[in-house]
């Protein structure tokens, strides 16, 4: 199974950016990959996926026209560029992979991914 592992978190103001990594040890060429976030006392929700051979990219509705997903397969590495960061997208930023090898739909639920990293904690100050 493939282990990821994340990494850019951090402490930053309102309006500032990070950029997320998450590097995989294995090759997920052909698996869609995705970040998701967590706060205290809410459910892990979807932020954006990279589908398989980064052919297309998804966000939630918060965080569009903000945050970024990209991947450099030959790496095996997605990233997830944040911008004009908002208190709200305070979280821990997991990444995954989509279990389904070649899914070129739209269903990004955290049941279709496996592999999840450690997360890395985002706090946006105010």
């Known amino acids: 199974q493939v282990q990821l592992v994340e990494s850019g978190g951090g402490l930053v103001q309102a309006g500032g950016s990070l950029r997320l990594s998450c590097a995989a040890s294995g090759r997920t060429f052909s698996n869609a990959m995705g970040w998701f976030r967590q706060s205290p006392g809410k459910e892990r929700e979807f932020v954006a996926a990279s589908s398989w051979g980064a052919r297309n990219t998804y966000y939630t509705d918060s965080v569009k026209g903000r945050f970024t997903i990209s991947r450099d397969n030959a790496k095996n590495t997605v990233y997830l560029q944040m911008n004009s960061l908002k208190p709200e997208d305070t979280a821990v930023y997991y990444c995954?992979?989509?279990?389904?090898?070649?899914?070129?739909?739209?269903?990004?639920?955290?049941?279709?991914?496996?592999?999840w990293g450690q997360g890395t904690q985002v706090t946006v100050s105010s």
């Open positions: 995954a992979v989509d279990r389904r090898p070649y899914y070129s739909g739209s269903d990004y639920s955290w049941s279709n991914f496996v592999s």
